[in-house]
């Protein structure tokens, strides 16, 4: 069973910037595609940036783009979500997404969740 764990969620000051991080022991992370997904209060859970196998393309919900980054860390197994000039409307529970599921969100198949680490971000 794939078990997604995510880190570097916290409470930053708009303006502020954040580096989430998700790994697996279950597979090569850059094999697969994968994505990050956030819910804030009282909202739908929306998909905030995704990732094609090998990094060959990603793409972003229009609010981050030009601000957040994701990409993979081949060293560490590692997916990340660099985040920049957050702003208090990006406060939310994150979560990493993994594919073999049957969500699919701009063409990968998600169906494994992490826990979700949050992110607070205050004006």
């Known amino acids: 069973q794939v078990q997604l764990v995510e880190s570097g969620g916290g409470a930053v000051q708009t303006g502020g910037s954040l580096t989430l991080s998700c790994t697996t022991s279950a597979y090569t992370m850059t094999n697969r595609c994968a994505g990050w997904f956030r819910q804030g209060p009282g909202k739908e859970r929306e998909a905030v940036a995704v990732?094609?196998?090998?990094?060959?393309?990603?793409r972003y919900h229009d609010s981050v783009k030009g601000r957040f980054t994701i990409g993979y860390d081949e060293a560490k197994n590692t997916l990340y979500l660099q985040m920049h000039s957050l702003k208090p409307e990006d406060t939310a529970m994150y979560y990493c997404?993994?594919?073999?599921?049957?969500?699919?969100?701009?063409?990968?198949?998600?169906?494994?969740w992490g826990q979700g680490t949050q992110v607070t971000v205050s004006s």
């Open positions: 997404a993994a594919p073999m599921g049957n969500m699919v969100v701009w063409g990968c198949p998600f169906g494994v």
């Open positions: 990732i094609t196998a090998h990094g060959i393309q990603t």
